[in-house]
């Protein structure tokens, strides 16, 4: 299992303002995703939330790269791509993932990378978060998010 020693990054992230941007293929896996992000905000005192729907994984950078701008803490990019018959996988993966990290060492605010890249829809269900999910990537990415939010804070300068 690839979430095998993973970190306790939770932190009191009280005040942070966040954007949760969620892609609206694959509803069941997204709506995992989501509630993931969701728990981990409340877990961390976050109540200052703004949750955007992007056509598709596209699209998240954009959205992420306006939501950063705007004076967001932290912005968490949940999508899920699955492979198919086709290089488009291959193509979406790649301009989403460099577009997510461009995003945020362009802005200086942390990305949290919620994208799910998988071969078939069982593994992506077996990833978000679900009753019977193995793992909570939402959670997981929203974690990640800002717990390097925290640090950045400790900075004089932490935005570029």
């Given at each position: 299992m690839s979430g095998a020693g993973a970190p306790d990054l939770s932190v009191d992230a009280t005040?942070?303002?966040v954007a949760v941007i969620a892609s609206s293929w694959h509803?069941?896996?997204m709506d995992g995703l989501i509630a993931g992000a969701q728990r981990a905000?409340?877990?961390?005192n976050v109540t200052d939330v703004t949750l955007i729907r992007a056509p598709g994984s596209f699209e998240l950078p954009i959205l992420c790269q306006a939501y950063a701008r705007e004076g967001y803490d932290a912005v968490i990019a949940l999508g899920v791509i699955i492979r198919g018959g086709?290089?488009?996988?291959d193509y979406v993966c790649a301009a989403a993932t460099d577009g997510l990290n461009r995003v945020a060492l362009d802005t200086g605010v942390p990305i949290g990378f919620g994208l799910l890249t998988t071969d078939d829809e069982a593994q992506a269900l077996d990833r978000a978060g679900l009753p019977d999910s193995r793992e909570d990537k939402g959670?997981?990415?929203t974690e990640a998010a800002l717990s390097t939010w925290n640090v950045l804070r400790t900075l004089s300068s932490p935005r570029g």
């Open positions: 005040g942070a303002r509803t069941e896996i905000l409340a877990d961390s086709t290089p488009h996988f959670r997981e990415a």
